[in-house]
């Protein structure tokens, strides 16, 4: 019997490599994020030192203009988008796996209006959804923006899910699994779920990155909570003013945003392909 | 004694287009028939009501003297452990993210089949010709024939008396296929055996009956050896006209 299960080895040494750098990445950002629960540098509301310092080994990147300190201020950011974008995602996946599985199982007419109803939802952009969902609420609140922005997040989850059960559904082995008395709940469970969740999980990826962004974006435009939960988005907008002559309050925010959202993506890509078994031994 | 019966029956997807037109047909205790009509001629689509899968638009099928009713839970049950079925693609049939011990137990798990699942699976991949100990592996690992074998395994585990094939040797090579249809005529000793097939030449190996059907309707039915040999309708003259020489000749030998 042929037992044709090795990988290429420059195949696997990429995906290792994927996978090492996104938990790097991920991994000192929830470090950051879990240290601000029990230490911080600085009170991130007080004056730590002198207006707009540069870095120095009191202040690793500075201070603002307020002289507050913007490691402090960087390390509880991670711990906002972290919350955003699990929240975020969280919410998506749940309203949007559902709604998915529900179209994929509708009768054609249901299923017909549930897809038209996605398309338009997904027609308005998600930070579009989520202003007018934290402009809605008279305070300005994280948990406000996290809701506004797993429901839009939504939308684009149940069109996935849809296509993707749907491309299930039609297989032989759902057929095969009715026969040998499966009821749905369980044919979802055992079959549909882990089939479409390698393409889910990465796309929960690319929606997390997508929700942090934005929750930034909203921040950036005033629309965040302040110190001391202040987001990097608002940490950004703070720095607009002077740019020029304190650059790391603006080149900061921008790095931890685009480095937690890359090694979201790579963790994803990392984790699927070690544990797909389809994956894993081709 | 007939295992299952089919009355006069017919079935339409939708409304206005007639798949199956009043067919009528038995299948008796142990026997082997093959089902043979050119694609669109519905032979999956009886399959399918067969299974209890969809519900004819008229007439009656009854399993082991009973209707086959799919709303009937305890029947089904029952039913689902006494007809099990092998499909044509053996890629399609087995679920990439499950493991062969897994898959094969499916039907012991979901009808609740009591016993030792771990070893009922090991005998029913030794009753195909596989090792004991593959259970472990993914289907990806697995070539076409090998694959063709673990669905046929999965459709034993259970212990049917009626085993639907459809068309479950056409995606195979001819060596492979000669092998799997060797299995199937072994295992056709201890149940009844329907046959799916537009091959004709693999059907008067493996069947004793032979059911032609054209656009939903049944041209003709009898012993394998008889109507080949004398073929009365011409739909039956014009598929036999067609059959490569090569495939009987292989089969036969
Ligand atoms: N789910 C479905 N909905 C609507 N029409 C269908 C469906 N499945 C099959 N049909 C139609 O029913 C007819 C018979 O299909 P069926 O699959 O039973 O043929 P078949 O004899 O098995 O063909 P093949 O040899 O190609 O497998 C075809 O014309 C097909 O288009
Ligand atoms: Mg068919």
């Given at each position: ?32 994020g ?5 230490w ?30 913007l ?15 699990i929240?975020?995602?969280a ?8 709604l998915?599985?529900l ?13 038209a ?18 402009a ?29 059960a ?45 929700a942090?962004i ?6 950036y ?20 003013g ?38 894993r031994?081709? | ?8 029956v ?50 009656t ?24 079925v ?6 399609s049939s ?50 076409g024939?090998?694959?063709q ?26 060596t492979?296929?000669i ?58 003259q ?16």
């Amino acid at each position: 019997m042929s037992t044709a299960t090795m990988t290429a080895p420059t195949e696997k040494k990429s995906h290792s490599l994927a996978l090492k750098a996104g938990l790097l990445l991920v991994g000192i950002h929830i470090f950051m994020g879990l240290l601000t629960l029990v230490w911080l540098p600085y009170d991130p509301t007080a004056m730590a030192g002198g207006r707009l310092e540069g870095p120095s080994l009191l202040h690793l990147l500075g201070t603002d203009r307020l002289g507050r300190d913007l490691f402090t201020q960087m390390m509880i950011g991670s711990r906002i988008a972290l919350i955003v974008g699990i929240g975020a995602v969280a919410i998506g996946a749940v309203i949007g796996v559902t709604l998915g599985l529900l179209a994929a199982f509708a009768s054609k007419w249901l299923d017909d209006a549930l897809a038209a109803t996605l398309d338009i939802l997904i027609a308005f952009p998600t930070l579009l959804i989520a202003m007018l969902v934290v402009a809605a609420s008279d305070t300005a609140n994280l948990w406000s923006a996290i809701i506004a922005l797993g429901i839009a997040l939504s939308a684009i989850v149940a069109r996935l899910t849809r296509i993707l059960a749907k491309r299930v559904l039609v297989m032989d082995y759902i057929t095969a699994a009715r026969t040998s008395g499966s009821s749905w709940p369980k044919i979802v469970a055992i079959h549909i779920l882990p089939n479409i969740w390698p393409t889910l999980s990465v796309n929960f990826a690319l929606q997390f990155g997508l929700a942090v962004i934005a929750e930034a974006s909203l921040s950036y435009l005033g629309l965040g909570a302040p110190p001391p939960n202040a987001s990097w988005g608002r940490i950004l907008q703070e720095a607009q003013g002077t740019v020029y002559t304190a650059p790391l309050g603006a080149i900061a925010p921008g790095i931890a945003l685009v480095s937690l959202a890359i090694g979201v993506n790579l963790l994803a890509d990392g984790l699927r392909d070690t544990i797909d078994p389809t994956r894993r031994a081709r | 004694m007939s295992l299952v019966r089919v009355d006069h029956v017919s079935f339409g997807y939708t409304a206005n287009r007639r798949i199956l037109d009043d067919v009528s047909l038995e299948i008796a205790q142990g026997d082997t028939i093959g089902l043979v009509g050119e694609s669109g001629s519905g032979k999956t689509t009886l399959l399918r009501l067969l299974l209890g899968l969809a519900r004819p638009d008229s007439g009656t099928i009854t399993f082991d003297g009973r209707p086959l009713d799919p709303r009937n839970g305890a029947f089904m049950r029952d039913f689902r452990r006494q007809a099990q079925v092998v499909y044509q693609d053996p890629y399609s049939s087995l679920d990439p993210r499950q493991t062969i011990q897994s898959i094969i137990a499916e039907p012991l798990r979901s009808l609740k089949i009591p016993g030792d699942h771990q070893k009922q699976v090991g005998d029913a991949l030794e009753a195909v010709g596989l090792d004991r100990d593959v259970g472990t592996r993914f289907p990806h690992q697995f070539s076409g024939g090998q694959r063709q074998r673990i669905a046929i395994a999965r459709a034993i585990v259970p212990g049917p008396r009626l085993l639907l094939a459809d068309e479950a040797v056409s995606a195979l090579d001819l060596t492979t296929r000669i092998r799997i249809v060797d299995l199937l005529a072994g295992l056709s000793k201890t149940m009844s055996l329907l046959f799916v097939s537009h091959d004709i030449g693999v059907v008067a190996a493996l069947c004793r009956r032979i059911v032609i059907l054209e656009k939903g309707r049944i041209v003709e039915a009898g012993d394998t050896a008889a109507v080949l040999a004398n073929p009365q309708h011409p739909y039956t003259q014009r598929l036999l006209a067609s059959v490569p020489r090569l495939t009987l000749n292989e089969v036969s030998s």
